[in-house]
């Protein structure tokens, strides 16, 4: 401690002396004298200064996090530039007109019908499928067909979660932030669960493992159907008119 007599001329260093108790059952206790010399005093107000490695293995951090960044970014390019139209070009789009040229309408309905509605439940894309509907059949009627086709096609991976409950809880118990999305459309009124199972549909959220993982989050099939085919509709039409 330091401090200065009355006319502020003198300063003198005060060391204090910490007397500490050790009390055995009887007694007469010993006792320990601890002293802090001035060397172990830091002054008050004085700012830690951060290590050199601390330092340096922050800056490493964030570099390392701007070259995946733009690795990503890049990836992204080329995937959206080149590899997405050479997929399109070479596989979909021919698939897409063979299947138009090959079969006739009806058998068309029954196709587009039978894959929105089956292909959810093996984890596969139906957007092709909605791509072949507004190019068959139109805006209205190829709508009614894909809007009835998903309706089946959230409800059979709904039906099946039940039989998989205790896995499907198992599962999201390894990935608790996801399942606290999940788990938000389970909770509250008919109102509330409609509303989240809606939003989760129209999210970057893959819906075909939100179809399975649904049944977790004991949300009712009620707000589950309707929430889902509201959701959908937006994909539904940027799909028919792409």
């Known amino acids: ?36 010399g ?26 390392k996090m701007v070259l995946l960044f733009l690795c990503l970014g890049f990836l992204a390019v080329v995937a959206l530039v080149w590899i997405g139209p050479y997929c399109m070009d070479k596989g979909v789009i021919p698939i897409i007109n063979w299947e138009t040229e090959t079969f006739s309408t009806p058998i068309l309905t029954v196709l587009v019908f039978a894959s ?13 499928s909605m791509w ?10 190829g709508f009614l067909l894909i809007i009835s086709a998903a309706a089946i096609g959230v409800s059979l991976p709904f039906i099946i979660g039940k039989t998989f409950h205790h896995k499907i809880e198992g599962w999201l118990e390894k990935y608790p932030k996801k399942a606290s999305i999940l788990r938000s459309a389970g909770g509250g009124n008919w109102f509330h669960q409609f509303r989240a199972v809606a939003l989760i ?9 939100f179809n399975y993982c649904a049944v977790a989050t004991n949300v009712k099939y009620g707000p589950y159907i309707v929430g889902s085919l509201v959701g959908m509709v937006p994909e539904i039409f940027v799909a028919i008119y792409t």
């Open 132 to 141: 072949v509907a507004g190019m068959t059949f139109g805006y209205g009627f």
């Open 38 to 63: 001035p060397d172990d005093v830091s002054p008050l107000g004085a700012a830690v200064e951060p290590s050199v490695p601390t330092i340096r293995a922050t800056v490493l951090y964030w570099v």
């Open 116 to 128: 929105v509605a089956i292909f959810p439940t093996l984890l596969l894309p139906s957007t092709p």
């Open 201 to 209: 549909r129209i999210s970057p959220f893959p819906y075909l493992i």
């Open 1 to 36: 401690m330091t401090y200065y007599d009355n006319d502020g001329g003198r300063r003198e260093e005060v060391v204090l002396d910490v007397a500490y108790t050790i009390r055995p059952d009887d007694v007469n206790g010993d006792y320990v004298k601890l002293r802090a």
